[in-house]
């Protein structure tokens, strides 16, 4: 069950695509991550309150542009108010979760390593693929169904999740 406010985000709303979230894309919980990443910048561990999650920001299919929007290994925060990254890692390009394994905290860019995810609940950090490197988290971060359609337009699926043991499932990314 999701702890979502009922505010959020409008999913595949265009009035709210990427870069939106820069100009106040509106909503409580896109928000309550940008209070978080100001809140980081000063004190990680003390920030945990009212940033518990879930769930995927969407049950709904996701468009996250094209392969082309993704020209070089990065970890995006385009997507983050559905809860996601788009990553491009060595020759693939995914879609993780961007909730925390350990107990549904944000997860968001290292402000001050663009190739690290940190979590907002107990300070866990995760490489571009992942994988938990520090902190109490356990689990990689699970991934989700994503596909090119007819159009070209790389779609993201996030009633189908992917842990760490099938990340070898093509459907769990996109081969770039
Ligand atoms: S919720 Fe992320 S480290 Fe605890």
Redesign the pocket.
Known sequence: MSTRPSQDCQPNDPSAEAGDRENGGGTEACFGRRTFFAITSGCLLCSAAGTNRAHAGTDRPIDVGTVKDYPKDEISEKFIRYDIFIIRNTGKLYASTAI?P????YLLLDPQNPGRII??????NFDPEGIPTG???RRALARYAISVNDKGRVIVDTSREFPQAQWGDKASYVAV
């Open positions: 925390c350990h107990k549904g905290n979590c907002s609940g107990h300070d866990s902190g109490p988290a």
